[in-house]
Structures are given as structure tokens and as C-alpha cells.
């Protein structure tokens, strides 16, 4: 019994394990770690406390304990954005766990060990779970999985026939499921899929009259519908802020639950083009009465069967009910409508259904072991869609191309690949033209709205963008925060300098104090001051940032930070001009200057002519009192994005010429090499540095 339950946990994590090498991608990996201090800050008491009060949310629900998990993921193996293995060992670790839990749960239904591994297995190694375990944002299934799976082990425990009911291990489950709320809200209905089990397994309504005993069970369950209740308010009214709920009246949404139901069932037994954005399902009554009549059918043939087969019902009624909070009763949840990660819970109840249904006792050995064929045959091929689906989620640009090739209409879809264009051409009039087309179909979304506004400023100027942000006021209460944002931006490029502090701070009430945003804050505070000539103001705003804590006074070097983060959200012109700014004022700045010319030459998109950022490349050079490695980087780096690449080819062995063959400099001089390799090939070598830049400052 303990073998293929160690075998399955093997297999389970040595299938993921490919996703341990995975970075975050930006998809809420970035909100959730990389721009959230309270994370990267590791397990402390403090940031413990901090993580259980609302105001430090990076979501629109309250799931404190997701926050800690990847706190203590910092901790303990040295995890960040730069090197995610541990976010990605614990996403690994967990629904290998729950793979073994639930074996062991449906082990203790059946008492055949390789029944139980096959129904366990197939929950497991099937492709919609990929998108809950190699996406680190995603730790919420996972973790609310492992809590859910031990509510039910708890209960059964503390329900567990002939005995009569234990008080430690309903605590426990009461704990559990508690600590799974606090993970995921998802598990509200898990009152109700317990009531189901104590019809079977647990077999508690066969003693008494069942009215009285179903009062009863009901009653047992007060504390778990309680804290279910409370949480699903606050994640309802959290969704409600964001605007992340539709409009439309309740039943125009319960029209479309069937029709959700039946796209699960279809991607489950049919796992083809899954990705991690699907388009809006569209209400059609063919699909509806289609989609109806085949859940009224398996419906009732499961209550048909009953009396024989009561894990079929069970199973049944689990997934129907785990489906509930995002199942379209209350609309889209954000972009989504549907979407492969919320099948994580409700699909084990499939996996209860099918216990037993392998080769009855009595069967020949030859029916046993086709059986076993077939079962071995679905398992392997499930895995291998599997491994072909995990490398879409490797890095940001192969899963955008994902999104791109399965969703290309989707707005957000759109989005992201409209400021993928503007990075590479700065075509803000082509970009603003298919954004508001964007926007006409999503209104509410935020980044939709950011990237429109970046269009109308690069070609009208701040006045237009702020009167453009005055009318797209959000109704929402939790947004009002991010377009405060956009105004303190837009009113600093406008020169309104007390406007920009006042935004700013409008902006730092609604939001989260560790968002990154309250960084931005500061510095457009500080700048804005600093401009304004307040040499008191500004000290008091920049003391607020960690770097600046302890400094007497701030120069125009410091306002570096916030002009390259511009030029990284494509506010390059207002960049260049301060760039320009500061080595007129700075010109002996030899850092300063190849910092400035790497970003420009680097860059696919660029207002500064090539020959500009050659000579900034080359002053830095000169200022230097000898050869230097990064300085000849950076300089042939610009040659190449001049065109020169047979100089820049011979700068770059200049380079490597000075870099000792070490293991301290492996990673450096690899470098060097691969980008000898583009300019002999004729490439320019490109990235996006202003993010590495601003960090480093």
C-alpha cells in the first residue's frame, strides 16, 4: 500500500520539475512578488502581521497565508525574481503532497492500492493542473488544495464509523479548513461537499429519520458555514471595488453556468488547446439546452445508481459544487470567464467518481492486465500533454505567444502585444488606434487604460492625457488608487508640480502599502519638490526611500531612479530630455554616461539617433583612467546598434580579453561571447535594462 502511493508522489514531482528552472512571468507573478515588498522582505514577525491585515493585499481577495508561504519561500531557499527556483520548488512540493493525500483518502474508501493510484494519478498528471503549478501566482490552488484535502482527512477522521464524533480532529478539520479560506476563498462550498460525505463514505444519515439527521449534520456544520459566509462576503464585495464583477442581472449570468459546466467537462476529457486565457464564453441556447440536457442525463443517471455506486454521485455532486464561486453566478472573475486553474478543486471529485471501476475481483488475469494497458496508455499520454503544455509558462515571452496564438482578439491579449510593438517601433499612432478599440470592449481594465494614455501623451502632450485621465474617472473604489497614480504621473510630465504631490498622495491612501506604487510615489513626490525647489520637501520625501534614508541633500542625479522607469513604461522622449539634462550638468559622470548609453543602445525602440548614444559610449570610455570590461561592453553594444559590427565585434574580444577565466567571471564572459556571436552575425544585441537600471540605483 505505501509503494504506489511513494511511487505517484515520484512521478508527480519528477513530471512538474522542469517548471524549477521556470522565471515569474508578468502575469500577477509580478504584483504578487516582484513588485510586493511585504514578500521580498522573507518571513519576519512583522511582515507576519502585516500579511493578515487587508490593507496590504496585492488581489482583490484576502489570502493572507498565500503571502507567507511565499514569505517564507524568501527565507528558507533564498528565493527572488532573479532566482524563483524556491517559489517554484514549493508549487512542485505541494501538489506532489496532495497527490499522495489523495491517494491515501481514496485508498482508505477502497482498499485496492493501484485503484487508488490510477484515480489519484489521473488527477494529478492531467494538463489543466499545469497552469496551477508552474505559475507561481497560482500557489493559491495548491496551497488551498493541500488545506482542503486535509479538511477532509480531519473530518473523516473525527466522523469515522463506528465511533462516535471526536472533538480533536473536527477542530482540526475546522482549522484546516480555515487556513484553506485563508489561502484561497474558493473552498466556501466545502461545507456542502461534506454534507456530501457523510451521506458516503461516512454513511451518517442511515441511523434516525433523515430529515432530523440532515438538521443535524447541518447544524454540526454551523462553525464551517460561518467562516465560509464571511469570507465570501469580503471576496465578493473585494471583486466589487475592482470593478472585476460584470454588471448584468443575476440570471443573464446563471444562463451561462451550464454552458461553463459543459467547457470543463469537454477540456477535462478532451484536453486540447488549453492556455491561460480563453475567450469570453458567449450565451447561445443551442448551447444551453445541449449542455443542460447532458448534465440532466449523467445527473440522473448517477442517481440511478446510487444504491451500487454511490462514489459516482458523491464525485459528482463534489465537482458541481467546487465550481460554485467560479462557476459565472457574479460574471467574469477580471479577464477570465473560465480558465484551466479553476478546475484544481472541483476535479477530484471526477477522481471520486471513478473509484472502483477497475477490473472487479474476479476477473481473469488477462482482463487484468488489459485493463492495466489501458490505464498505463491514458496515464502516458496525459503526462506527455503535460511536458508539452509546462514550456509555455518558462518565461514571459513564450507564454504571451501562448495567449497570442490561442486568444489574439482577447483586449488584455491585445494589451500586451500592442506595448510589445511600441517597444520595438514607437508607433504610438498605430498603438492608439487598436487600444481604443480595446478599451471600447473592456472599460474597466486599468493597464488597458495606462497604455491609451501613454499613447496620448507620446503624441499630444500631458495636458491631453491628463483631461483624457479627468474623464475616466473610476467608479470603482479600489482603482481610484492606480489612476491617482497615472495622474501624479502625467501632471509631473506637465510641469504641475503641486498637483503631481497631491495626486501622489491621493493615490498612496487607496493603495496598498506594499505595493511598488508607493515607491513611485515617493520619488514623483521627491522630484516634483525637487523642482519645485523646496529643498526641505524633498528630504522629507526621499527619506521615505530606503536609498536616499540617510542623505543631507539630493541632486539631479538622484532622479535617475524615476526617469528610467519612464523610459521602461515608454515614456522615452520626457526620458531622453532628462537624460540629456543630467550629462549637460554631470559631464565628467563617466557611470553616468555608460549607465545612459547601455539603455539607449540596447534598446529596440529609441528617440536618441545611434551616433548619439556612440559618442556617450565612447566619452565614458575616454573618461575612464584604462580599459574596462563593462565599458567596452556598452561601447560595442552601441557600435552595433550603429550598424558598425565589425568594430563592435572586435571591441567585445578587447573585452574578453581582460575578463581572467574564473569562476567568479563564467557568467560575465558568457555573456560577452554570446553577444560577440550577434554582432558577428550582424545583430544588434537588445533588452530592455531600464528595469535592472532603476533597481540598481
Known amino acids: 500500500m505505501v509503494f504506489p502511493g511513494f511511487l505517484l508522489f515520484v512521478l508527480v514531482f519528477a513530471l512538474f520539475a522542469p517548471s524549477l528552472g521556470y522565471e515569474l512571468v508578468q502575469a500577477d507573478d509580478t504584483a504578487y512578488i516582484v513588485n510586493n515588498a511585504l514578500v521580498r522582505n522573507g518571513l519576519t514577525p512583522e511582515g507576519i502581521r502585516a500579511a493578515f491585515s487587508p490593507a496590504n493585499a496585492a488581489a482583490p481577495m484576502y489570502m493572507p497565508l498565500l503571502w507567507i508561504s511565499y514569505m517564507a519561500d524568501v527565507s528558507l531557499f533564498w528565493a527572488s525574481p532573479s532566482h524563483p527556483w524556491g517559489f517554484h520548488f514549493t508549487n512542485v512540493l505541494l501538489h506532489a503532497v496532495n497527490a499522495l493525500l489523495l491517494y491515501g483518502l481514496l485508498l482508505a474508501l477502497c482498499k485496492r492500492p493501484w485503484s487508488a493510484f490510477f484515480c489519484a494519478a489521473l488527477w494529478a498528471i492531467h494538463p489543466l493542473r499545469v497552469e496551477s503549478v508552474a505559475w507561481v501566482a497560482e500557489r493559491k490552488d495548491v496551497l488551498s488544495g493541500f488545506f482542503c484535502l486535509l479538511t477532509v482527512a480531519f473530518y473523516a477522521q473525527a466522523n469515522r464509523p463506528p465511533a462516535r464524533w471526536r472533538p480533536v480532529p473536527y477542530l482540526a478539520a475546522l482549522g484546516a479548513f480555515s487556513a484553506g479560506l485563508l489561502t484561497k476563498p474558493a473552498l466556501v462550498p466545502l461545507p456542502l461537499a461534506l454534507l456530501c460525505l457523510d451521506i458516503w463514505p461516512l454513511g451518517r444519515m442511515s441511523s434516525g429519520p433523515r430529515l432530523r439527521r440532515a438538521f443535524h449534520l447541518t447544524l454540526e456544520k454551523t462553525p464551517f458555514i460561518l467562516v465560509a459566509a464571511a469570507v465570501a462576503g469580503m471576496t465578493i464585495l473585494g471583486h466589487r471595488d475592482v470593478g472585476a464583477l460584470d454588471s448584468a442581472p443575476l440570471w443573464r449570468h446563471a444562463l451561462l453556468v451550464p454552458i461553463h459546466y459543459g467547457f470543463y467537462l469537454f477540456k477535462i476529457f478532451w484536453p486540447a488547446q488549453l492556455g491561460p486565457l480563453y475567450p469570453l464564453i458567449a450565451f447561445s441556447w443551442m448551447r444551453f439546452i445541449a449542455v443542460g440536457v447532458l448534465l440532466a442525463v449523467f445527473s440522473f443517471w448517477a442517481w440511478r445508481i446510487r444504491s451500487s455506486r454511490p462514489q459516482v454521485g458523491i464525485g459528482w455532486l463534489w465537482f458541481l459544487l467546487l465550481f460554485l464561486p467560479i462557476i459565472g453566478f457574479f460574471g467574469p472573475v477580471g479577464v477570465h470567464s473560465v480558465a484551466d486553474r479553476f478546475t484544481y478543486l472541483p476535479a477530484l471529485g471526477l477522481s471520486l467518481a471513478l473509484l472502483l471501476t477497475g477490473a472487479p475481483r474476479a476477473a481473469s488475469p488477462r482482463q487484468r492486465a488489459g485493463l492495466a494497458l489501458v490505464a498505463a496508455g491514458l496515464l502516458v499520454a496525459l503526462a506527455a500533454l503535460t511536458l508539452t503544455l509546462l514550456p509555455h509558462w518558462a518565461t514571459s515571452e513564450q507564454l504571451f505567444a501562448r495567449v497570442a496564438a490561442l486568444t489574439p482578439d482577447h483586449p488584455a491579449t491585445r494589451n500586451v502585444q500592442i506595448l510589445r510593438q511600441l517597444a520595438r517601433d514607437g508607433d504610438f499612432a498605430t498603438a492608439q ?43 470603482a473604489e479600489l482603482l481610484v488608487g492606480e489612476w491617482a497614480l497615472q495622474m501624479a504621473q502625467y501632471s509631473f510630465l506637465g510641469a504641475r508640480y503641486e498637483e503631481t504631490i497631491a495626486y501622489a498622495e491621493q493615490a498612496r491612501r487607496h493603495l496598498a502599502p506594499t505595493d511598488v506604487g508607493q515607491n513611485n510615489l515617493s520619488l514623483l513626490e521627491m522630484a516634483a519638490a525637487f523642482e519645485k525647489g523646496d529643498a526641505a ?11 536616499y534614508r540617510n542623505r543631507d541633500r539630493i541632486e539631479l542625479a538622484d532622479l535617475l531612479p524615476l526617469h528610467s522607469y519612464h523610459w521602461q513604461l515608454g515614456l522615452r522622449r520626457d526620458a531622453w530630455a532628462y537624460f540629456q539634462r543630467l550629462i549637460e550638468s554631470s559631464p565628467d559622470r563617466g557611470d553616468l554616461l555608460n549607465n545612459i548609453a547601455w539603455l539607449l543602445a540596447t534598446a529596440e525602440w529609441s528617440p536618441v539617433a545611434p551616433r548619439q548614444t556612440l559618442e556617450w559610449a565612447k566619452r565614458a570610455q575616454a573618461l575612464a583612467p584604462g580599459p574596462h570590461p563593462a565599458l567596452l561592453d556598452t561601447l560595442a553594444a552601441a557600435q552595433a546598434n550603429a550598424g558598425d559590427f565589425d568594430a563592435a565585434a572586435q571591441t567585445i574580444r578587447q573585452a574578453l580579453e581582460l575578463v581572467p577565466d574564473i569562476p567568479a567571471t563564467d557568467t560575465f564572459r558568457r555573456n560577452l561571447q554570446t553577444r560577440l556571436k550577434l554582432y558577428q552575425n550582424k545583430i544588434p544585441y537588445r533588452e530592455e535594462a531600464a528595469d535592472r537600471l532603476w533597481q540598481n540605483q
Open 537 to 547: 520637501a524633498v528630504l522629507n520625501y526621499a527619506r521615505q526611500l530606503p536609498p
Open 433 to 475: 488606434a487598436e487600444l481604443e478599440r480595446a478599451f471600447a470592449a473592456a472599460p474597466q481594465d486599468v493597464e488597458i487604460l495606462s497604455s491609451l494614455t501613454l499613447c496620448i501623451h507620446a503624441q499630444q502632450g500631458p495636458d491631453a492625457a491628463l483631461a483624457f485621465l479627468e474623464n475616466q474617472r473610476p467608479t
